[in-house]
């Protein structure tokens, strides 16, 4: 039987995989010869790409915060 740990590095690692990939893939989009766009574009996809990984970041600062408040001397 899988311990949380095993599931969580399991399951994380495959996700993270899966948004490295599509990172790459809309890396793509960045070739000017195939794709027009401009500064405010930019601008857009940074801003929702920033605000949802701050989202992720938060989530799992808290869970890793919930953890230590547990543990006292």
């Given at each position: 039987?899988?311990?949380?740990r095993?599931?969580?590095?399991?399951?994380?690692?495959?996700?993270?995989?899966?948004?490295?990939?599509?990172?790459?893939?809309?890396?793509?989009?960045s070739?000017?010869?195939?794709?027009?766009?401009?500064q405010?574009d930019?601008k857009?996809?940074?801003a929702?790409?920033?605000?949802?990984?701050d989202?992720?970041?938060?989530?799992?600062?808290?869970?890793?915060?919930?953890?230590?408040?547990?543990?006292k001397?």
């Amino acid at each position: 039987m899988k311990t949380n740990r095993d599931r969580f590095k399991e399951i994380a690692s495959r996700r993270v995989d899966k948004v490295l990939s599509s990172f790459s893939s809309l890396e793509k989009c960045s070739n000017s010869y195939n794709y027009e766009y401009n500064q405010e574009d930019v601008k857009k996809m940074n801003a929702v790409l920033k605000t949802k990984f701050d989202e992720v970041k938060a989530a799992f600062e808290k869970g890793v915060k919930k953890n230590n408040e547990k543990f006292k001397f």
